[in-house]
Nanobody, 120 residues
């Protein structure tokens, strides 16, 4: 049973930075992993994705150059470094794992509970 637990969310002023972490357990198989977010009243959207051995990364257009996804397979963890945060980045951020497409498409099998990011 795969479990994903996010941490690192919080409140920050516009222009600031946050780093989200996602710890995976229950699997030794390297998965494609991603971060999604959902703002109030909006649908969930893919923010960044990373292939199992970090050879490929994908970013939603609005976060390119500001967000960086990375992973540490030895620790079964994936990270999202968020810089130059804007108010429109305010959302609940979800970690996701295992996708047949390994992209920003919402087709991931495993999901965390989410962590709130508020930018004011």
């Amino acid at each position: 049973h795969v479990q994903l637990v996010e941490s690192g969310g919080g409140s920050v002023e516009a222009g600031g930075s946050l780093t989200l972490s996602c710890a995976a357990s229950g699997t030794q198989i390297m998965h494609c992993m991603a971060w999604f977010r959902q703002a109030p009243g909006k649908s969930r959207e893919g923010v960044a994705a990373i292939s199992p051995f970090s050879s490929n990364t994908f970013y939603e257009e609005s976060v390119k150059g500001r967000f960086t996804i990375s992973r540490n397979n030895a620790k079964n963890a994936v990270y999202l470094q968020m810089d130059s945060l804007k108010s429109e980045d305010t959302a609940t951020y979800y970690c996701a794992a295992h996708s047949p497409t390994c992209s920003l498409t919402d087709d991931y099998q495993y999901w965390g509970q989410g962590t709130q990011v508020t930018v004011s």
